[in-house]
């Protein structure tokens, strides 16, 4: 928030539970309240439990598709007027690379990463009329923290079979993932 104000913006914090639509529309409602109409939307959050196939119960099967894709669905539904009146607007998924390739232990969070790209093009064909366009932002695997040992097993072995998949050789940094938002958002990807 300090950064953004540093840089002559405007920030806030706001809060919402993403599983609950109710309160994704409040979210929207609340935020355009203090800073206006929302123009870019960058839907990035996700859970990724690391659960067997066999012990996925219904109520984490939920979770994991109510937050990684029926909140980008809602939230995006919800800032949608506003873009549709300006006919200008940028919808940005961030999405994942098990989407493509799959991952064990993850079959709710695949489902709902692909789930997220059909989406995207879904929503991408519908609203290019009004000036809004819609893309997904796969980011490999990047150098960040991650918030639960348990979630992400390669890391207690280190990440050499992942680096081997990658042609870079190397993590992405999370810079890289913001620059490649920065350009979706702009004018220069308007088409």
């Known amino acids: ?79 949608l007027p506003a873009m549709v009146r300006k006919r200008w607007g940028r919808i940005i998924n961030i999405g994942g690379t098990d989407a493509y390739w799959g991952k064990v232990r993850r079959a709710h969070g695949v489902s709902a990463k692909l789930g997220l790209v059909g989406l995207s093009r879904a929503m991408g064909l519908e609203l290019a009329r009004f000036g809004i366009t819609v893309n997904v932002v796969v980011p490999g695997t990047i150098d960040t923290q991650r918030p639960h040992p348990g979630w992400y097993p390669e890391l207690a072995t280190g990440f050499a079979e992942r680096l081997q998949r990658i042609p870079m050789a190397r993590l992405g940094l999370p810079q890289e993932v913001a620059n490649a938002c920065l350009f979706l958002a702009s004018e220069l990807a308007g088409y």
């Open 1 to 79: 928030s300090a950064e953004v104000a540093e840089s002559g913006g405007r920030a806030g914090m706001f809060k919402a539970d993403l599983a609950n639509t109710g309160a994704l529309k409040d979210l929207v409602r609340e935020i355009e309240q203090a800073h206006g109409a929302i123009d870019i939307l960058v839907n990035n959050a996700a859970i990724r439990p690391n659960t067997k196939l066999a012990d996925i119960t219904s109520d984490e099967w939920d979770r994991v598709f109510n937050t990684n894709l029926k909140a980008p669905f809602f939230l995006s539904q919800a800032v």
